[in-house]
């Protein structure tokens, strides 16, 4: 069975200081790993993505990911945060074989403090 | 020129009544899904469509049923709208996921919020 964890229910950073959302999953096999973004009242939107390939995969808005695979994991970062960063992130795994759905972690909500 | 659309935006109905949430994608994309965000904004599949043919059906209440007229709609009807159907209910679209070399990535409406009273 496929899942996804992430640990903080929120993230607080000040702005323009680097910010960390922790993303672990657990699949069976090699798994295709997605970031999205949701702001208030709206749909999500696509951050970035991990397929296959270079571990540091960077997305939008200066968001940048890397997946480790000897710890399951594929942590969300950006160098520095602004004030329009704030929002909830969703961490999302599906497994590479099989039809299975993306299934989606419970959400960080990330808050940068001016 | 947006992208992924839903209506309505907001429902507000009784218990017991029908209800449908309509979902068109312009994308091209040949795979559709529908989600539901509780209100502690959990995310959980309900349905996926490839091609108008239903492909996941999670364990949701038959009360709930996806149709695809086509591959650019899917649509979901709800019978005997239940208090905890109240959610906010998002489409989503994507290449197919399972063709070798395609771009899976999602892309979502902007959600429905159907409050049943």
């Known amino acids: 069975a496929q899942s996804v964890a992430q640990p903080e229910d929120q993230v607080n950073v000040a702005e323009g200081n680097p910010l960390t959302v922790k993303c672990t999953y657990s699949?069976?096999?090699?798994?295709?790993l997605f970031w999205y973004v949701q702001y208030p009242n709206r749909g999500l939107q696509f951050l970035l993505k991990?397929?296959?390939?270079?571990?540091l995969v960077k997305g939008s808005y200066g968001f940048e990911a890397e997946f480790n695979k000897s710890q399951t994991s594929f942590h969300l970062k950006k160098p520095s945060a602004l004030v329009s960063d704030s929002a909830l992130y969703f961490c999302?795994?599906?497994?590479?074989?099989?039809?299975?759905?993306?299934?989606f972690g419970k959400g960080t909500r990330l808050s940068v403090i001016a | 020129d947006t992208a992924v659309s839903q209506t309505p935006k907001y429902l507000v109905t009784q218990m017991g009544n029908d209800k449908s949430i309509k979902c068109e994608q312009n994308?091209?994309?040949?795979?559709m899904y529908w989600y539901k965000q509780d209100s502690k904004k959990f995310l959980k599949i309900m349905f996926s469509?490839?091609?108008?043919?239903?492909?996941i059906n999670e364990t949701v209440p038959n009360r709930f049923s996806p149709k695809s007229p086509d591959k650019a709609h899917l649509n979901l009807h709800i019978n005997s709208l239940e208090l905890g159907d109240s959610a906010v209910y998002f489409c989503?679209?994507?290449?197919?996921?399972?063709?070798?070399?395609?771009?899976?990535?999602?892309?979502f409406g902007p959600g429905t919020r159907l409050l049943v009273l």
């Open positions: 699949v069976s096999g090699n798994p295709y």
């Open positions: 991990y397929i296959t390939g270079d571990n």
């Open positions: 469509y490839n091609n108008k043919e239903l492909i």
């Open positions: 994308l091209g994309h040949d795979t």
């Open positions: 989503a679209s994507s290449q197919d996921p399972h063709r070798t070399g395609t771009q899976e990535t999602q892309y």
């Open positions: 999302a795994v599906r497994q590479l074989s099989g039809n299975t759905p993306l299934v």
